[in-house]
């Protein structure tokens, strides 16, 4: 079990339900009660820096890809970047989930953001270079291999922090904790979006990606005097090999149907969704929609509002019920969602369709986390959220074929097939996974 938070504001260990010290009974579980304690307000600042960095990489990648590929392969390249970028993230996330209890998380956190900060440097100071800048010859691919290393740092980071919930706040405040930290990305991306799209139109490609680096300052300033996550969650783990740490996270997913069904249906969910949703989003901006960076960085506004408007309707529920049913209706409308914006060529349809996108995302995401933060023990959190994040990696991993299935049948065809694809799955999920259904 790792060490109970300590706070001068709230003093609980997480997952024992002792008594609440420094707050009333009724201030204690309200849906503002995680943010008295300072831990939890320092992790909320690492997700607001994270919402403002990741947009910043992922659109100046897909756009580099979309300006220097050649006419007539830009859907297939923009596939074939995320399935780099996928295959690492699924290679490692196992791994990082059981580093995230295996070791303390905070250490964790630092190592890998000082890392990534360094690779920043030099992906943006070799975005300088004119062949480079332009992908002539061997750069595009040079640059494609440095693109990868993105996925290493989010395969360590998402599991770790998301894992630090359990190590900072009580489980009376789960689930405000999860649903107000989740809030925070949606809030930065309202910034970080547009901003993206207006300077990299303004500054280019290298300086773009050393703005993206002010992003891992920004969290290890704030990690760096958090005391939560000094000791690791599962000390015991380290008398095993990270293969056997590893075995434990999947051991959980094959004997917990909730577990195992809120994994799954995220999985091929966010497999079919994102992957028109996010990876190809690019060539569909720019071809169907006849938009320019600052045009997309507009709709990401979109996205970032519908997710925020999400977590603000769940955050005023407080510790509420009927995750199961939740769950299944926000598969749902997300799939309505990506039909809707297949189908749409007025532009403010469009941007109306993808936030609605954006908020279904937002909650499908709040509760599968609430609801493995409530299920699954503190010291193998790290390696069932894992398991939960593969999800990214999985729908980038199938970026070539996806990229390949649009340029054959173009993407017209792809995108409304792919929201009545997931529609499909939640009639068959609603119909036959009665532990999902049941979920409360």
């Known amino acids: 079990m790792a060490a109970s938070p300590q706070t001068p504001e709230i003093s609980e260990t997480p997952k024992t ?36 960095r990741m947009p910043m990489i992922f659109v100046t990648q897909a756009w580099y890809v979309n300006t220097v590929a050649p006419d007539g392969q830009r859907v297939l390249l923009l596939g074939l970047l995320a399935t780099l970028r996928g295959s690492v993230f699924l ?91 989740s809030m925070a990305m949606p809030v930065s991306m309202l910034v970080g979006a547009p901003l993206t799209g207006v300077l990299l139109d303004r500054v280019g490609f290298g300086t773009m990606y050393l703005i993206s680096g002010i992003g891992h300052i920004v969290l290890i300033l704030a990690v760096w005097p958090m005391r939560a996550g000094e000791r690791a969650a599962d000390p015991d783990a380290t008398h095993a090999s990270v293969f056997a740490n590893v075995r434990v996270g999947i051991h959980r997913l094959r004997t917990d149907p909730v577990v195992r069904w809120i994994v799954l249906a995220s999985w091929v969910s966010f497999t079919v969704g994102m992957s ?3 990876l190809l989003v690019a060539a569909w901006v720019s071809e169907i929609l ?93 390696r069932v959220m894992a398991l939960l994040i593969l999800s990214q990696g999985i729908s980038q991993a199938f970026g070539i074929a996806i990229g390949a299935l649009g340029q054959l049948i173009g993407l017209e065809v792809l995108y409304p097939a792919a929201g009545l694809t997931i529609m499909g799955l939640t009639f068959v999920l609603a119909a036959w996974q009665r532990p999902l259904r049941k979920l409360d």
């Open 276 to 278: 028109v949703m996010g």
């Open 91 to 181: 290679l490692y996330v196992v791994f990082g989930g059981a580093f995230a209890d295996r070791y303390p998380r905070r250490a964790m956190l630092l190592i890998s953001h000082a890392s990534a900060w360094a690779a920043t440097l030099l992906i943006g100071g070799l975005l300088f270079l004119p062949g480079a800048s332009e992908g002539q010859g061997a750069w595009l691919w040079v640059m494609f291999a440095l693109f990868t290393s993105f996925e290493l740092i989010n395969a360590q980071d998402l599991p770790t922090r998301n894992a630090m919930i359990a190590d900072i706040v009580p489980p009376s405040m789960l689930t405000s904790a999860v649903t107000i930290f």
């Open 290 to 382: 006849e938009l320019d960076a600052s045009g997309w960085g507009v709709m990401m506004v979109f996205w970032g509002v519908g997710g925020l408007l999400a977590s603000g309707v769940l955050s005023l529920q407080g510790e509420f019920g009927h995750k199961g049913l939740l769950y299944l209706a926000a598969l749902f409308v997300f799939g309505v969602a990506v039909t809707g914006f297949g189908f749409s060529r007025i532009l403010i349809l469009a941007f109306l369709f993808n936030g609605l996108a954006g908020a279904m995302h937002q909650w499908i995401r709040i509760l599968s986390t609430a609801s493995l933060q409530h299920v699954v023990p503190n010291r193998i959190l790290g």
């Open 17 to 52: 339900g002792a008594p609440l010290t420094g707050l009333e009974p009724a201030s204690a579980h309200s849906w503002g009660a995680p943010l008295r304690i300072s831990a939890f307000r320092l992790l909320c600042i690492t997700q607001l820096a994270t919402g403002l």
